[in-house]
């Protein structure tokens, strides 16, 4: 088996690969530097955990911070770290992303081939199997690829090309500084929130993440609002945006905006954050038909995007990988597998993505009068935006 795709959900299908019994396991990964240094943020529901724990592909000794609330504030008067109107339950554990990819990069047996620096320019279908074909120009036959490549994925494009990441009209910006630099007072971002900073066409969420190789503690903040019209060109078609791509219109903008409608507090958090981890992320949304057709198969963001808001994200991925390998164990064709996932993953990849569009239109594109909320409001307001059904990801088959 190939397994397009080297990151968290690379490394995941590599694991639901090899856990099969597949005579040959090879990762392509196109990327030649440390994946691990990637310090982004991300959250893992705790139901999620216990189910993937339950399938082997996460364990408690990957570096975690348990999460356990959702304030929800407001610029308002003097008030350093602003009004809150409300709190939500966030029953979540915190990863920093270089770190669990190391985690899960490390379970992968010694019998899988994982080669970095190797570029797939394409996937060409064959009746039992496909070929991978390398932007050296080499080509290698397989069984089964994998793709696991990301919202640009050339195994997706070889199975539906006109199934193509569209662009969702906003962007969040993301970044990370040391929780030993946050400003004070200590009690304004307690160690368990997910402080979520409101304002008029946008929102900011800022939660503790273990820092870099599991050593000490990050704070990590996304930024969701849309920018100035004239940037849409840049992020309209997705092949040509470089990753965490930002300009000095996006920093500016941001800045602006955080000046004008955050409380003291957040604003410094803001520009304390060293200007190398800071970074812009388009919202996009796709989902293909199906996940999987042939022997070529999708995962993670290759098969379905889903927005930040979602609390699924990366994790999605690994769900993807366990119930592929689940599939695969339990069917006696490839056929009947491929079908098998394709019927459980398809239907939950387009429920993410429009989860995430609802979320984004409630939280980015038609926020609410957010200083006239109170509790009841923010409850009413959660279950309509769709915040009931499916925050965090829904629930594996056993």
Known sequence: MAVVGGSIAGCSAALAASRTGADEVVVYERALGRLQDRGVGLA????????????????????????????????????????????????????????????LRSRIPETVTYRTGAAVAQVLPQEDGAVVRLA??????????IGADGYRSVVRAAMYPDAFARYGGYLAWRGTLPAEQLPGPAEAFLPQDATTVAFPGGHMIVYRIPGPGGVGTNVNWVFYATPPASTRPWFDDPTTVPPRATTQILTDYLHRVVEEHFPPFWQEVVHLTPAEETFVQPMYDM??????????????????????????????????????ERSLRSAD???????????????????VLELGRSLGRAQVQQTPEWTVMDQRAMDSWWQEAGGGSGFGGHTLRR
């Open 136 to 145: 050296d120009g080499g080509e290698e036959r397989f069984d089964l690829v």
């Open 287 to 324: 989902a293909a038909p199906h996940f999987a057709c042939g022997r070529l198969v999708l995962l993670g963001d290759a098969a379905s995007i889903a927005r930040p808001h979602t609390g699924s994200g990366a994790i999605k991925a690994v769900q993807d990988a366990a119930v592929l």
């Open 44 to 103: 893992l529901h705790n139901d999620r955990y216990a189910e993937l724990e339950a399938a082997g592909y996460l364990d408690a000794g990957m570096p975690w911070v348990q999460l356990a609330r959702r304030p929800w504030v407001v610029r308002r008067g003097a008030e350093r770290a602003g009004h809150e109107i409300g709190v939500l339950p966030f029953p979540f554990r915190s990863y920093n992303w270089g770190s669990l990819w190391r985690e």
């Open 333 to 351: 064709s490839w056929a009947a597998a491929l079908h098998s996932y394709d019927a459980e993953r398809a239907p939950v990849g387009r429920a």
